[in-house]
C-alpha cells in the first residue's frame, strides 16, 4: 500500500518538475511519437464527429422513452389523428367530410406507427453505437491520458534528480557512501517510473487503435440509417397509396358533389337524374312564377340572389320559392350560368366543328336536316337536356309579345352558354352558336319530337296556413299553357333538391 506520505512526494515532485519545464530549465520527455500524435488527433476527430450525431440526431427524433404505445400517442401525427376523429364523431361518419376524416386519422395514425418504429430503429443502430464510444472508449483513452501525463512527470523528475545527484557526487560534495545510495533508489525510481510510463503508453495507444478501428462499425451505421430512412418512406408511401383509393372511392360514390362546374353525367349519376338539377328545378321556377317578364335571360339578376342559389345548388340545400318572388331574372341568369359553367358545353367540344359547318349552310331545310343529325349524334345525357331546355326556351318565345324574348333575342343571349369551341374560337362561336340555337327553338317539336314543353307542378296546400301561404304570396297565378304538359322522370318539387317524392311536372290540379 503507497503511503500518504509517498504520494504527497511525488506530487511535489511532479510540480517542481512541471514548473522547471515551463521555465525551460528541465527537459520534458515527448512520449508519442508523430505516428501516435497523428493516431490521437484522429481519436479526437472521432470523439466530435459523435458527439455532434447524437446531439443532432436526438433533435431529429419527435419521440422518446422505450414504450411503444406512450411514444405512439405523443407524436403530432397521433395528436393530429386523435382530433380528426373527434372531428369525424362530431360531424357524423356518414357525412362526406366525416368519412374523409375518418380515413386521413387513420392514415395519420399508420404514419405515426411507422415513425415511432423507425425512430426507435434509428435509436438502435446510431445512438447507441455512437453513445458507447463517447460513454467507453473515449473515457477509458482520456484516462489513460492523464495518467501518463502524470507518469511521465514522474520519471521526468526521476531523471532531473538523478542528474543533479550524479552531478553533486562528481563535485565531491556530501558523504560518497551516502550519495550513492541514493542515486541508486533515484536510479530505480527512474526505471520503475519508465516502465509504467510504456505500460500505460501501450494502454493509451491500444485504447487509441481499438477507436480508430471501430470506424468502419460506426461507418456502417451510417449506412443503416439511411437504409432505415428509405424503408420507412416506403413504408409510409405504402400507407398512403393504400388509402388514397379509398379516398378516392369516397369522393366518387359522393351525391353531394357542387353542381356546378361538374361535368353533366356525373352530375346526373350521382343525383340518379335524368336532367341536370339547375335546369329542371330553376326552369319549374320559372314556369311557377311566369315567363311573361320583359327582358327575361337578357336582363341580369340581383347578384346575391343568384350566389345564393349557386350556393344552393352547390350545397344540395333546400330553398324556398317565396324567397325568390319576383326574382325571375335572377333565376334565368343562373340557369345560364350553370350552362357557362359546365366543363363541357352542353353540345359538346367532340361536335363542335358539325355543328358549325351544319349551321352555316345556306339553304333552310337543308340547315335544318344537317343539324338535326348531328343532334341525333349527341350523348343522351346531352341530348335529354339540350330537348328540356329548348322546348322550354319555346315556350318562353311564344311569350314574346309580352316578354320581348324572340327566338332569336333568346339564341343571342343563350347560345354562347350552350356551344363553344375547346380551341377558344370564340369568334366563329359567337358568329354561329345563335344561328343553330335559334333553330332549335324555333322548330323545338320538330327536332325533339315526343314529349311536349315542359310544364309545372303546383302542389296541394297540407294545411291552413300552407293555402294562405300560397295566395298571400301568389306563387302560382293563373295561365294557359300552350300545350298539354309532359310527364318528367324526375320532376322538382318547390325546395330545389329536396329528397321527398317528386310529383309528374303536368299540372293536376286548378287553383282559385
Known sequence: MIKKSDIMRRQMNRLKQRANQNLGRAEKTEVLNDELLQCEKRTEHIKHTCQNITKKLSGCLIGSGTD???RTKKLPHSVLSQSMGEMSTELGETTLLGSMLVKTSEACANIAQELTSHEMGLENLILIPFNSVLEESIPQIQSNKRRLVRLTLDLDSAKTRFHNASRQTGLGKGNFQEQAAKIDAIKEEQDDAQTKVEQCKDALVTDMLNLVSKESLLSRSLMDMVAAQAQYHRNALARLENMVPKMKETLDRDQHKPTF????????????????????VLITWLLELGI???????????????????????????????????????????????????????????LYTDFIEAGSQKDPNQKKEALKKVVSRLPKAHFDNLKYLCRFLNLVADKSDKNKMTSSNLSLVIAPNMLWSEKDDLGTSLAAAPGIVDSFITHAEWYFPGAAAPAVTIPEPTSPNDEHLYHHHHLCPPRATASPPPPSPRAPSIHPLAHRPKPTLSRTTSRP
Open 292 to 350: 311573361e317578364e320583359e327582358g327575361l335571360f337578357r336582363l341580369g339578376g340581383a347578384q346575391s340572389k343568384m350566389k345564393l342559389l349557386k350556393a344552393a345548388f352547390d350545397a344540395n340545400i333546400e330553398l324556398d320559392l317565396v324567397d325568390f318572388e319576383f326574382q325571375e331574372h335572377s333565376i334565368a341568369a343562373v340557369l345560364k350560368l350553370y350552362l357557362r359553367e359546365l366543363p363541357a358545353p352542353l353540345l359538346t367540344f367532340d
Open 261 to 280: 362546374g361538374t361535368h353533366l353525367e356525373e352530375h346526373l349519376r350521382l343525383q340518379d337524374r335524368e336532367i341536370a338539377a339547375p335546369i329542371e
Open 68 to 70: 411503444v404505445e406512450k
